[in-house]
């Protein structure tokens, strides 16, 4: 049976968005870095402050290029020795190789535990290490772009076996955490930066220094903008649905491309894309297949995102109507 969907994907998205589903995270695997300096190591590499993490509590994290670009996405969990990371499957490997090259002398070990990934949308009660998402709560030490955020209460348990509760595919969390603006690795390119994402909200410390890629993030937030920036586009035909890769219109001009689409169980068919900063509000539409629609933007990343240059506004930039 596909892990994408076991039934119906709409009624799937309610129950797991209800807290009546639990969703299999077979697209991520658990990286586990033990040892006593092994907190005080990750946070030396990536963009959180992890130190005061106590057992039990969890954060996310990113490590970046030296130019600042996002590689990898770490969902940390501290235990009492060691750092559980849940990342991506397709880079799992990649982070674990990049993690053994950088141990030297410090007294960490890296392996690769057998654990099942249960996400859900409320509080289960389980006896297992809980990764709790903060993308929709309050910026701590960094800064939110968004003017407001869907609320998204998603955590994610590490378990032996599964719960005895119904499963939602994996097309129900793709759906929810789209609706959400809620990013993940999946919809980064070899360009993208944290602030294009509000991806500084959770996961950069802005007054931790010394990571790789710090001092490219602190130059476009305190002295510019990011080039693009991240919206939910809402279809107007509600029975089409985008793909990823396909290009984001302002009349005639591509300005951007999906990276996520899905079809809400109450919004009908949405997308996440990356546009140009200076794309404006209206008029937008979406190239599938040979046709093109009309789709109404929601802004999660304003075009103003970045802060001390206080710029005006581009010309380009209207809010209603063409140039």
Known sequence: ?????????????RKLAEGNAIVLREDQSVIEVKGEEAKKWLHSLTSQNILNLAP?????SLLLTPTGHIEFQLKIIATEDSCLIITSSVSS??????????????????????FLIVGAFKDLELDAPCWVDGFSGEAKGSVQYAAERADFPYREYLVAKLPDIERAGLM?????RIAAGRPELSDIDDKSLPHEFDWLASAVHLSKGCYRGQESVAKIHNLGHPPRRLIIL??????VLANPGEAVFYGDKEVGKVVAASLHYEIGSIALALVSRVTPYLDLSIAVGENRYQATQQVLVPHDAGKAANLPRPAAFKLSGRK
């Open 234 to 239: 809402h279809l107007e035909q509600g029975d």
């Open 1 to 13: 049976m596909s892990n994408q969907h076991f039934g119906n994907p709409l009624a799937e998205q």
């Open 93 to 114: 490997e990649a982070l674990r190789l990049w993690l053994s090259k950088m141990v030297f002398r410090t007294k960490v070990a890296i392996t690769e535990p057998e």
């Open 56 to 60: 039990g509590e969890s954060t996310e």
């Open 172 to 176: 129900a969390f793709e759906a929810l």
